[in-house]
């Protein structure tokens, strides 16, 4: 969208890359494992994100899709013998297909009643694994067929991260394309107000169900991964619980930035992970804890905590160039302060400024 | 300039994850040839157990801390063969993902020598540990194939089949027209119970499976359930009934003054769970296909035995009933495998397998009088049972113990 990316973008970009490519081959596969969970999660976060994030639709029902995304590629892979690549086509496409059913309430229902009807997709699904336990194997659900690393010098954690890292940036690349582009922006002025948005020719029902699709088929792909990577599934990993947690991630990390996503997965993946053997009871005031401090300290997320401290650098930085320097620091700041103030949530600040400053 | 947040942001939470990544490495063997497998050193053994410390089945948490305090206590007086017994709980709130991230975490990063737990989570790490080749061991679950055809799997609770098998052959014996019905719970518990309960009855008289049932967990009312199993002439019942269901059930029989003959599993059999709360007078008569004493049995109110049981969880476990059957179970699952790891002629996973499944008529203090263990098929160790009958205040044996590999339950 034309806004000019400093260098130090770039730097970082490629130095995270950089980090992320050689990960796999500092650490021991179990530590690739984590972090593959984690981005599978932060994928299914970004679909939270799209919906949350763009329209401001709630979904309490993505655990569900995630569900369906993973028993799509684990009965694809074990019933029909395809490929994994193929099974992930189709748990994906399986997740858009839910999303085009749940979008269709989301034309009529909005706000708290269409959280309902993804409450109730959420809330169903575990019991229907159990009601169709021949295809989906009941209470003790599907061992997936081992799958062997395509490449002799990786191990499968090491092969399955990669893949996961590649499906992220894809992921997020559609995303911050999706919100940058026309329909981005249509979906922004939905947000706003959905009236002055179908005044100024936006087709409100088809945006909705387009997100709601995409979002789905996000969170279905997630799903697929998920089963690659664990390697068995079983109703149990699919319930309420994960919806919450998915939509809590979503809240904590920040709901309008694929950081905010990543955040967010790593929030309910190691937090757990991490508290697993304090004693009893501990784990879940420690995540409740975090959760809580996160939303009270910075309710924007936590990826929005660079911009908690960068006014610290900046007056830090004031107070050295103190002097002559001080008035050309001033104007910066007015320049940069606004669209700093949420990554990814730029839509806000910016549009609440007066419509020169923008267009500048 | 302006910082770019994103970006930075990105590879901040990668440097991070790298650096935690550093903070847990280290903790190699000494001996490498004397110790080939992780876990294992001249001092100590490391356990790993995986089930719910939080979440709506936490009230099963007793089994691993039953397990623990067995171990702890062992270690207080001197451990096995020199070794100490670190039996570390991993909280899985009874989450498949969650439990696959801790067994991941114990076997690579901790580097336990062996993996126990409780439940259907137990089903989602039982590939990778396998192919991993680290031992699954007693595991809490009643289903029949879980331990079946995995090499390094063991489960702790008896098959829920040979439960059927016996049942349904003392309800012949008894009564050989006899219709039976069955209620459980809706999983492979049901198919499981039934597979064994048409085994007894054998192709000429299977018609005599009058009726099934099963129930949900979340419905606490089975009385619809009952009222079927009545209407279809049932005349005996075999039933899994868990926690509210297994309390409601005996409740509502009497309501409707319907009193056939009774089976409840054994792991449904708990006086304090169960029995109590659904009203001794109310399951009188009631019979069950047991195997472990029931600590809050007044049968065994001076049992050394269970003496001994109830002073290590007081000390070890002091936040769990000693009543609680459950945590009984994990006690005595602890004993048979301290007994196993006692028995290992090598310090290897393959030689721990080896030793369980050479158990052979190992009698603990926890077990019904005249039940011993024995390694057999299905990775299992429980053939033995006592059939028994509540009389309204204990558990009465019925007969001697019945040896199910006896039979033609057993492949």
């Known amino acids: ?360 | 300039m302006r910082t770019p947040p994103r970006m930075v942001a990105i590879a901040a939470v990668l440097c991070l994850l790298t650096a935690c990544g550093s903070a847990g490495r280290g903790g190699g063997q000494s001996d490498p040839e004397r110790y080939p497998d992780p876990g294992i050193s001249d001092t100590e053994i490391k356990v790993a157990f995986s089930g719910p410390e939080t979440g709506p089945l936490a009230a099963s948490r007793s089994y691993g801390q039953g397990m623990k305090a067995y171990f702890d206590a062992l270690n207080d007086a001197g451990g096995i063969n020199g070794r100490k017994v670190t039996f570390t709980i991993y909280d899985d709130a009874y989450d498949p993902a969650k439990t696959l991230a801790n067994v991941r975490r114990a076997v690579e990063q901790d580097k336990v020598f062996a993996v126990s737990g409780i439940g259907v989570p137990q089903n989602n790490v039982r590939d990778y540990l396998n192919r991993a080749k680290v031992p699954q061991i007693f595991v809490g679950t009643a289903v029949s194939a879980f331990s079946t055809g995995y090499a390094t799997s063991r489960a702790w609770w008896d098959d829920i089949a040979y439960e059927g098998f016996l049942a349904t052959r003392f309800i012949l014996e008894k009564e050989p027209g006899a219709k039976i019905g069955v209620i459980a719970l809706n999983n492979e518990l049901t198919s499981d119970y039934v597979t064994g309960i048409k085994k007894a009855l054998g192709p000429g008289r299977a018609g005599q499976l009058a009726k099934v049932v099963s129930y949900d967990v979340a419905n606490p009312d089975v009385s619809a359930q009952l009222l079927e199993l009545k209407n279809s002439g049932v005349t005996a019942v075999i039933s899994n009934l868990a926690g509210l269901q297994g309390v409601s059930a005996p409740k509502y029989l009497k309501q409707i003054g319907w009193s056939p003959v009774w089976f409840v599993e054994a792991l449904n059999s708990s006086r304090t769970a169960i029995l109590e709360p659904a009203g001794l007078d109310n399951v009188k008569g009631f019979y069950s296909t047991q195997w472990a004493k029931d600590p809050a049995d007044a049968r065994w109110a001076n049992d050394p035995g269970i003496t001994r049981y109830r002073e290590v969880i007081a000390k070890y476990a002091s936040d769990v009933k000693p009543a609680d059957d459950k945590a009984l179970s994990g006690y005595a699952a602890g004993q048979a495998f301290a007994d196993a790891l006692k028995r290992m002629n090598s310090p290897t996973r393959a030689a721990l397998l080896e030793a369980i499944d050479s158990t052979s008529d190992l009698e603990l203090d926890t077990l019904l009088p005249g039940v011993r263990l024995n390694g057999g098929a299905g990775g299992r160790l429980v053939f033995q049972y006592q059939i028994s009958q509540f009389d309204g205040e204990q558990w009465q044996p019925v007969g001697d113990v019945v040896d199910i590999r006896q039979t033609d339950a057993v492949k």
């Open chain 1, 1 to 360: 969208m034309g806004k000019r990316r400093s260098p130090l973008t770039y730097l970082a970009g490629a130095g995270g890359l950089l980090v992320a490519g050689a990960f796999p081959f500092l650490y021991s596969d179990f530590y690739v494992f984590h972090v593959t969970i984690v981005l599978i999660y932060g994928i299914a976060i970004l679909g939270l994100v799209l919906l949350t994030g763009l329209t401001g639709t709630i979904s309490i029902g993505h655990g569900a899709i995630f569900g369906i995304g993973a028993y799509g590629c684990a009965i694809t892979m074990d019933r029909l013998g395809l490929p994994y690549p193929l099974a992930l086509c189709v748990s994906t496409a399986l997740g858009a297909l839910v999303g085009l059913a749940l979008g269709i309430p989301s034309l009529r229902l909005r706000g708290i009643y269409l959280g309902l009807v993804t409450l109730a997709l959420s809330l169903v699904f575990p019991p229907l694994l159990m009601r169709f336990s021949g295809l989906t194997g009941g209470a003790s659900g599907y061992s997936l067929p081992p799958v062997d690393s395509p490449v002799g010098a990786l191990t499968i954690s090491q092969w399955f991260y990669l893949v996961t890292v590649v499906i992220g940036l894809i992921a997020v690349l559609v995303l911050q394309n999706l919100k940058h582009s026309a329909r981005g922006r249509a979906l922004q002025a939905i947000r706003r107000s959905e009236p002055l948005a179908a005044a100024m020719g936006v087709s409100v029902g088809r945006e909705r169900i387009v997100v709601f699709v995409l979002s789905a088929a996000y969170a279905a792909l997630a799903g697929g991964l998920f089963a690659l990577v664990a390697g068995a599934i079983s109703p149990d990993a699919f319930t309420f619980n994960l919806s919450a947690n998915l939509l809590v991630g979503a809240v904590v990390g920040g709901v309008a930035s694929p950081v905010g996503a990543l955040l967010g997965g790593a929030l309910i993946s190691f937090v757990p992970a991490v508290t697993a053997t304090l004693p009893r009871s501990l784990p879940q005031y420690a995540f409740a804890a975090a959760v809580l401090l996160v939303l009270y300290l910075r309710p924007d997320g936590l990826a929005s905590l660079p911009d908690a401290v960068k006014p610290l650098i900046r007056r830090w930085r004031r107070t050295r160039s103190a002097g002559p320097a001080a008035d050309s620091t001033v104007d910066q700041n007015a320049a940069e302060a606004r669209p700093a103030s949420g990554p990814g949530d730029d839509a806000a600040p910016q549009q609440s400024l007066p419509p020169a400053h923008v267009r500048k």
